[in-house]
């Protein structure tokens, strides 16, 4: 070792040499670097972006856990993988991963790829930015703020404020803990000795984050009152009332409403309009989780199921979605233009928020959120829109709606199938009855039968590869297959297809 760094040192006019480190130079081999970028992009050109609508190929390439441990080498060692064993590593990658941007993936509320995200992400993920002052992130925040004043406009506002975040559930707990801070602007510094107990409502069919934001808010999930539903897995506000009124009885502070519009499962809309009116009467925090249907809002067809969303104080979007942003991006909304969310979050840390920059430091945003490094989210939802326009995102809503309805009356003509309910938006509830099962009398025996069809066609789509599709019980309701369209690859050829697939998947059942 002494040898070679004498040898580097005789080499390196006036080297530097501290704690045995050599200071001239950079460390890295850029050249070797450009080349690893170079052709690791041409393998994603390939194996990734040019296989995105290919439906000859596999979703996924199934392997257990302890096989594919073994195929991907997952030990890091003390000496560096040579170039080609890297490149190997990402074909791997590549290969043994679900690709979400196939045309018969349709196992979450996301799916499909948009080249112009993926253009933005590649740009971002390079340039490797913070978004939290302007010096930082220039571009970045101008693009958030346009973003979002777009996105209030659509809600209906005339103004407001808002910040992109990971997650819905992300945004779910900022709407939470601001609603909270509202209502008892003292926690910000006193914390929750000596409030009451807050109450938060909403519905049986919300996003499970409801409870885990009042968990770790410490607000309790004991607190967290949910509400009846209709068989459609919307709200009843008559129920809302009564939950309210119960919790003053009880000598509890209600502060918050959360409606969901989209639900996770089955889709549904609340009846914003109506909770609005409970909300305003009793002096509550108003907040819609439209993670999943937000994107209706964009369509001037289907917009009618966010009807009132206007009337809310905050609003979760995820662009992610339906709109293809790519994960993550997420959006909390805020009808206040006070400043509320800063003042709510913010901890005016003087080494980035300096209040004597010469320029304007009102564009230092970064203060609005409980994260310091921050992703510039919006920028992809940007570029998106940017290409396609708001006519190309209107048309990418309504093609999904219409092939989930295409797919509504194939199920209704095919012996064996049945709807759960009529949907009314892109989540398409069903059972596939087998052969075995379609004589039987309905009963217990029936139910319980049926309630393991679902788990069995799952496993063998997925060791096939053909497609994947997701499968749940649900509010007493046996294990039922829940079909989602979104990507704008998917055709009508790839719902007779995922029809198809179940029938020759279960003909042995």
């Known amino acids: 070792v002494g040898i070679c760094k004498q040898e580097m040192l005789q080499k390196k006019k006036n080297a530097v040499l501290v704690d045995g480190v050599i200071l001239n130079g950079p460390i890295m081999d850029s050249k070797a670097g450009e080349k690893f970028v170079e052709e690791a992009c041409k393998i994603i050109m390939e194996e990734v972006i040019q296989k995105a609508d290919d439906v000859t ?15 991907l080498d997952l030990e890091m060692r003390d000496t560096g993988e040579s170039h080609q064993k890297l490149l190997q590593l990402c074909r791997d990658v590549i290969q043994y991963s679900v690709k979400t941007n196939h045309p018969r993936f349709f196992n979450q509320l996301y799916a499909g790829i948009d080249y112009y995200s993926l253009v933005a992400r590649f740009i971002t993920e390079a340039l490797n930015p913070s978004v939290y002052t302007y010096e930082v992130s220039p571009v970045f925040l101008l693009v958030e703020e346009a973003v979002i004043k777009k996105m209030i406009e659509f809600i209906g506002w005339e103004e407001g404020d808002g910040i992109f975040n990971p997650g819905g559930s992300v945004s779910n707990m900022y709407a939470m803990n601001l609603a909270r801070y509202k209502c008892c602007p003292e926690i910000k510094e006193k914390g929750l000795s000596g409030l009451p107990r807050l109450v938060l409502f909403t519905s049986e069919e919300c996003h499970y984050s409801m409870k885990k934001a009042a968990s770790f808010l410490g607000i309790g999930t004991e607190n967290v009152y949910f509400v009846k539903t209709d068989e459609r897995g919307k709200m009843i506000p008559e129920e809302l009332e009564k939950q309210v009124q119960r919790a003053r009885k009880e000598g509890s502070a209600p502060f918050l409403v959360c409606a969901t519009a989209g639900t996770t499962v089955l889709g549904a809309f ?8 409970i909300c305003e009467k009793h002096g509550l925090w108003f907040h819609v989780d439209a993670s999943w249907g937000g994107s209706a809002l964009i369509s001037r067809k289907h917009c009618r199921l966010l009807h009132g ?14 709109l293809l942003a790519g994960i993550q991006c997420c959006a909390l909304l805020v009808k206040d233009n006070s400043g509320l969310l800063k003042k709510c979050y913010s901890a005016n840390a003087t080494y980035l928020f300096q209040q004597d920059k010469f320029y304007d430091v009102s564009y230092d945003t970064g203060d609005k959120s409980i994260q ?23 048309e990418r809503v309504n093609r999904a709606l219409a092939l989930a309805r295409y797919l509504v009356e194939e199920i ?8 759960l309910l009529e949907p009314e938006y892109a989540n398409v509830c069903f059972w596939y009855i087998p052969p075995s099962l379609r004589k039987m009398e309905d009963g217990p025996e029936f139910w319980q039968k049926l309630h393991q069809v679902a788990p069995i066609i799952k496993e063998r789509m997925m060791k096939k590869g053909s497609m994947m599709l997701g499968y749940q019980p ?12 979104i990507s704008p690859q998917v055709s009508r050829e790839d719902m007779d297809f995922l029809l198809d697939e179940i029938e020759l998947l279960a003909k042995d059942l």
């Open 474 to 485: 649900h509010q007493g309701k046996v294990n039922f297959f829940r079909q989602v369209v």
């Open 309 to 322: 969303i206007h009337r809310a104080d905050s609003v979760a979007w995820n662009p992610h979605k339906m």
């Open 372 to 394: 310091c490094s921050r992703r510039p989210d919006a920028f992809k939802f940007w570029l998106t829109w940017k290409a396609l326009g708001t006519t190309g995102l209107e």
């Open 57 to 71: 190929e596999k979703v996924c390439e199934w392997r257990a856990p302890e096989t594919l441990k073994q195929i």
């Open 270 to 277: 609340d009846p914003l309009d109506k909770i609005a009116d």
């Open 412 to 419: 209704k003509k095919r012996e064996g199938f049945q709807l």
